[in-house]
């Protein structure tokens, strides 16, 4: 008799679970447009290789974080001089002493796709796919994304997650982890680099 209510107890668990799923795919379909188009916004934008248009879409956090990494390092090249040569382009202190993030963000990332015309061939050639959505709550979502180019004659496809989180009411696109460490190596190369 035990026996029986265990099976049937299991039974509508699973029953339960199986309505659960279906609910969460269908609302997965629907429920987050708004985060999709956003990711797929700033993809498009990093094809284009349109980065102040990309730090736009990014948590302003993330935008001061990128400023407070790199700017001690800019700010010493400078030394005592009005001018010096950032990545390969003179810039003036004032320029980026006096910038918002968004426009530090925006000419650092178009000074390195410039110097480097294999890194923008590269990211212009890139196709992107969500394939997935994961919610973890009401202010916190991850797009899975398929993402495939070519280099040198190879396809290659590569899964990556973009989160998106609510900043003060509005959907933002978090730094990915590519491009910190971008972040960071541009820091050391700087660093490396005498006055």
Known sequence: ?????????????????????????????????????????????????????????????????????????????????????????YVQFSEIRDSSDVYLFGMIMSEIFTVSPELAATFSAMSHEIVGVVSEDNTLV??????????????????????????EGEWKIMMSKSIEGLTMMLKQSLSQRKV
């Open 1 to 89: 008799m035990v026996e029986r209510y265990k099976v049937k107890f299991v039974s509508i668990c699973l029953t339960i679970i199986v309505m659960l799923l279906a609910s969460c795919s269908q609302q997965s379909t629907s429920a987050f447009e708004a985060q999709k188009e956003l990711v797929a916004k700033g993809n498009q934008l990093m094809t284009d290789l349109n980065w102040h248009g990309y730090a736009e879409l990014l948590r302003p956090d993330d935008l001061a974080q990128f400023k407070k990494e790199l700017y001690p390092e800019m700010e010493r090249l400078f030394g005592s001089s009005d001018s010096a040569i950032i990545i390969e382009k």
């Open 142 to 167: 991850h797009c899975l994304v398929r993402t495939r180019l070519l280099l040198s004659g190879r396809k290659l496809d590569e899964m990556i997650v973009i989160t998106v989180e609510v900043y």
